[in-house]
T-cell receptor, first 112, second 109 residues
Protein backbone atom coordinates (compact mmCIF):
# COMPACT_ATOMS: atom_id res chain seq x y z
CA UNK A 1 0.00 0.00 0.00
CA UNK A 2 1.90 3.04 -1.28
CA UNK A 3 -0.68 5.63 -0.17
CA UNK A 4 -0.15 8.87 -2.08
CA UNK A 5 2.85 9.18 -4.36
CA UNK A 6 4.12 12.20 -6.27
CA UNK A 7 6.38 12.41 -9.30
CA UNK A 8 8.90 14.01 -9.53
CA UNK A 9 10.35 14.82 -6.09
CA UNK A 10 12.44 17.73 -7.32
CA UNK A 11 12.42 19.84 -10.46
CA UNK A 12 14.12 22.98 -11.70
CA UNK A 13 12.48 24.90 -14.53
CA UNK A 14 13.38 28.00 -16.45
CA UNK A 15 10.83 30.77 -16.73
CA UNK A 16 8.35 29.98 -19.49
CA UNK A 17 8.87 26.22 -19.48
CA UNK A 18 6.03 23.85 -18.83
CA UNK A 19 5.74 20.72 -16.75
CA UNK A 20 3.26 18.28 -15.25
CA UNK A 21 3.26 16.93 -11.72
CA UNK A 22 1.72 13.51 -11.24
CA UNK A 23 -0.12 12.39 -8.14
CA UNK A 24 -1.33 8.83 -7.65
CA UNK A 25 -3.26 7.24 -4.79
CA UNK A 26 -4.16 3.62 -4.16
CA UNK A 27 -6.76 4.12 -1.41
CA UNK A 28 -9.77 4.45 -3.74
CA UNK A 29 -10.39 7.98 -2.48
CA UNK A 30 -12.90 10.09 -4.35
CA UNK A 31 -11.39 13.44 -3.44
CA UNK A 32 -7.97 14.65 -4.47
CA UNK A 33 -6.22 17.98 -3.92
CA UNK A 34 -3.23 20.03 -4.97
CA UNK A 35 -1.67 22.50 -2.52
CA UNK A 36 1.35 24.72 -2.55
CA UNK A 37 3.44 25.55 0.48
CA UNK A 38 5.70 28.58 0.43
CA UNK A 39 8.53 28.95 2.97
CA UNK A 40 7.29 29.44 6.52
CA UNK A 41 3.65 29.33 5.50
CA UNK A 42 0.70 27.01 5.59
CA UNK A 43 -0.77 25.17 2.64
CA UNK A 44 -2.90 26.91 0.06
CA UNK A 45 -5.32 25.01 -2.13
CA UNK A 46 -4.69 25.26 -5.86
CA UNK A 47 -7.28 22.91 -7.36
CA UNK A 48 -9.21 19.92 -6.20
CA UNK A 49 -11.35 17.13 -7.60
CA UNK A 50 -14.40 15.43 -6.14
CA UNK A 51 -14.29 12.53 -8.56
CA UNK A 52 -13.05 11.18 -11.84
CA UNK A 53 -13.56 13.71 -14.61
CA UNK A 54 -14.29 16.65 -12.30
CA UNK A 55 -12.07 19.50 -11.14
CA UNK A 56 -12.62 22.76 -9.28
CA UNK A 57 -10.60 25.85 -8.43
CA UNK A 58 -9.17 26.47 -5.02
CA UNK A 59 -7.72 29.57 -3.43
CA UNK A 60 -4.77 30.10 -5.81
CA UNK A 61 -5.60 28.52 -9.19
CA UNK A 62 -4.02 31.06 -11.57
CA UNK A 63 -1.21 29.69 -13.70
CA UNK A 64 -2.15 26.04 -13.06
CA UNK A 65 -4.36 23.49 -14.75
CA UNK A 66 -5.41 20.06 -13.56
CA UNK A 67 -6.93 16.89 -14.91
CA UNK A 68 -8.48 13.81 -13.31
CA UNK A 69 -8.90 11.31 -16.11
CA UNK A 70 -8.59 8.33 -13.78
CA UNK A 71 -9.82 8.08 -10.22
CA UNK A 72 -6.40 7.24 -8.87
CA UNK A 73 -4.49 10.02 -10.65
CA UNK A 74 -4.55 13.81 -10.38
CA UNK A 75 -2.26 15.84 -12.62
CA UNK A 76 -1.12 19.41 -12.03
CA UNK A 77 0.19 21.34 -15.01
CA UNK A 78 2.15 24.55 -15.29
CA UNK A 79 1.88 25.88 -18.84
CA UNK A 80 4.38 28.73 -18.53
CA UNK A 81 6.34 28.61 -15.29
CA UNK A 82 7.09 31.82 -13.39
CA UNK A 83 9.50 32.41 -10.49
CA UNK A 84 6.46 33.08 -8.26
CA UNK A 85 5.56 29.41 -8.69
CA UNK A 86 8.71 28.31 -6.87
CA UNK A 87 7.25 26.31 -4.01
CA UNK A 88 6.71 22.87 -2.54
CA UNK A 89 3.67 21.19 -4.03
CA UNK A 90 1.67 18.66 -2.08
CA UNK A 91 -0.96 16.32 -3.37
CA UNK A 92 -3.51 14.81 -1.02
CA UNK A 93 -6.53 12.54 -1.15
CA UNK A 94 -9.44 11.76 1.11
CA UNK A 95 -12.83 10.23 1.36
CA UNK A 96 -15.42 13.00 1.02
CA UNK A 97 -14.38 16.48 2.07
CA UNK A 98 -14.40 16.67 5.82
CA UNK A 99 -12.35 13.53 6.34
CA UNK A 100 -8.65 13.63 7.06
CA UNK A 101 -6.40 14.00 4.09
CA UNK A 102 -3.53 11.72 3.20
CA UNK A 103 -0.61 13.61 1.76
CA UNK A 104 2.09 12.74 -0.69
CA UNK A 105 5.75 13.49 0.10
CA UNK A 106 5.77 16.74 -1.86
CA UNK A 107 7.51 18.06 -4.97
CA UNK A 108 10.04 20.84 -4.60
CA UNK A 109 9.87 23.07 -7.68
CA UNK A 110 12.27 25.88 -8.41
CA UNK A 111 11.67 28.27 -11.29
CA UNK A 112 14.66 30.39 -12.30
CA UNK B 1 -15.47 31.28 3.75
CA UNK B 2 -13.55 29.65 6.53
CA UNK B 3 -10.52 31.30 8.10
CA UNK B 4 -8.01 29.52 10.32
CA UNK B 5 -5.57 31.50 12.48
CA UNK B 6 -2.54 30.28 14.40
CA UNK B 7 -0.98 33.14 16.31
CA UNK B 8 2.11 31.41 17.69
CA UNK B 9 4.85 31.28 15.05
CA UNK B 10 7.14 29.23 17.27
CA UNK B 11 7.62 27.90 20.75
CA UNK B 12 9.99 25.91 22.89
CA UNK B 13 8.89 23.17 25.26
CA UNK B 14 10.88 21.13 27.71
CA UNK B 15 10.93 17.40 27.13
CA UNK B 16 8.21 15.56 29.12
CA UNK B 17 6.18 18.73 29.60
CA UNK B 18 2.85 19.53 27.96
CA UNK B 19 2.42 22.18 25.30
CA UNK B 20 -0.70 23.90 23.96
CA UNK B 21 -0.88 25.16 20.39
CA UNK B 22 -3.51 27.76 19.65
CA UNK B 23 -5.94 27.68 16.75
CA UNK B 24 -8.91 29.93 16.18
CA UNK B 25 -11.39 29.63 13.35
CA UNK B 26 -14.00 31.77 11.74
CA UNK B 27 -16.90 30.14 9.95
CA UNK B 28 -20.60 30.75 9.49
CA UNK B 29 -21.38 27.07 8.92
CA UNK B 30 -23.17 25.35 11.81
CA UNK B 31 -21.46 22.10 10.86
CA UNK B 32 -17.70 22.10 10.50
CA UNK B 33 -14.60 20.17 11.39
CA UNK B 34 -11.08 20.99 12.44
CA UNK B 35 -7.94 18.98 11.85
CA UNK B 36 -4.41 19.11 13.16
CA UNK B 37 -1.46 17.98 11.09
CA UNK B 38 2.21 17.58 11.94
CA UNK B 39 4.99 18.37 9.49
CA UNK B 40 8.43 17.13 10.63
CA UNK B 41 11.59 18.53 9.10
CA UNK B 42 11.46 15.72 6.53
CA UNK B 43 8.48 17.53 5.01
CA UNK B 44 5.61 15.06 5.01
CA UNK B 45 2.21 16.01 6.42
CA UNK B 46 0.85 13.67 9.08
CA UNK B 47 -2.75 13.72 10.32
CA UNK B 48 -2.98 13.90 14.12
CA UNK B 49 -6.52 14.53 15.30
CA UNK B 50 -9.98 15.70 14.26
CA UNK B 51 -12.79 17.55 16.02
CA UNK B 52 -16.28 17.89 14.61
CA UNK B 53 -18.52 20.76 15.62
CA UNK B 54 -21.22 18.40 16.84
CA UNK B 55 -18.89 16.12 18.78
CA UNK B 56 -19.98 16.05 22.39
CA UNK B 57 -16.53 15.48 23.81
CA UNK B 58 -13.09 16.85 23.08
CA UNK B 59 -11.14 14.58 20.76
CA UNK B 60 -8.16 12.61 22.05
CA UNK B 61 -5.60 10.45 20.26
CA UNK B 62 -2.87 9.11 22.48
CA UNK B 63 -0.79 12.07 23.67
CA UNK B 64 -2.78 14.49 21.52
CA UNK B 65 -5.98 16.11 22.68
CA UNK B 66 -8.10 19.00 21.54
CA UNK B 67 -9.31 21.76 23.82
CA UNK B 68 -12.39 22.68 21.81
CA UNK B 69 -14.26 25.83 22.90
CA UNK B 70 -17.05 26.68 20.47
CA UNK B 71 -17.97 29.96 22.15
CA UNK B 72 -14.40 31.18 21.68
CA UNK B 73 -14.10 29.52 18.27
CA UNK B 74 -10.90 27.85 19.31
CA UNK B 75 -9.57 24.34 18.85
CA UNK B 76 -6.25 24.21 20.64
CA UNK B 77 -4.01 21.17 20.37
CA UNK B 78 -2.49 19.85 23.57
CA UNK B 79 0.53 17.57 23.36
CA UNK B 80 1.23 15.87 26.65
CA UNK B 81 4.58 14.49 27.80
CA UNK B 82 6.52 16.06 24.91
CA UNK B 83 9.16 13.98 23.21
CA UNK B 84 12.11 15.05 21.09
CA UNK B 85 10.32 13.59 18.07
CA UNK B 86 7.51 16.09 18.55
CA UNK B 87 9.74 18.85 17.21
CA UNK B 88 7.96 19.89 14.01
CA UNK B 89 5.59 22.35 12.41
CA UNK B 90 1.97 21.94 13.42
CA UNK B 91 -0.92 23.07 11.26
CA UNK B 92 -4.54 23.57 12.12
CA UNK B 93 -6.91 23.10 9.17
CA UNK B 94 -10.61 23.39 8.55
CA UNK B 95 -12.90 21.08 6.65
CA UNK B 96 -13.18 23.73 3.93
CA UNK B 97 -9.58 22.99 2.95
CA UNK B 98 -8.05 26.07 4.62
CA UNK B 99 -4.91 25.89 6.69
CA UNK B 100 -3.46 28.11 9.36
CA UNK B 101 0.06 29.48 9.07
CA UNK B 102 1.49 26.89 11.42
CA UNK B 103 3.38 26.81 14.71
CA UNK B 104 6.92 25.51 14.96
CA UNK B 105 7.55 23.49 18.10
CA UNK B 106 11.04 22.73 19.33
CA UNK B 107 11.35 20.25 22.18
CA UNK B 108 14.39 20.79 24.38
CA UNK B 109 16.08 17.87 26.16
Amino acid sequence: NAGVTQTPKFRVLKTGQSMTLLCAQDMNHEYMYWYRQDPGMGLRLIHYSVGEGTTAKGEVPDGYNVSRLKKQNFLLGLESAAPSQTSVYFCASSYPQGYEQYFGPGTRLTVT
Amino acid sequence: AQKITQTQPGMFVQEKEAVTLDCTYDTSDPSYGLFWYKQPSSGEMIFLIYQGSYDQQNATEGRYSLNFQKARKSANLVISASQLGDSAMYFCAGNKLTFGGGTRVLVKP
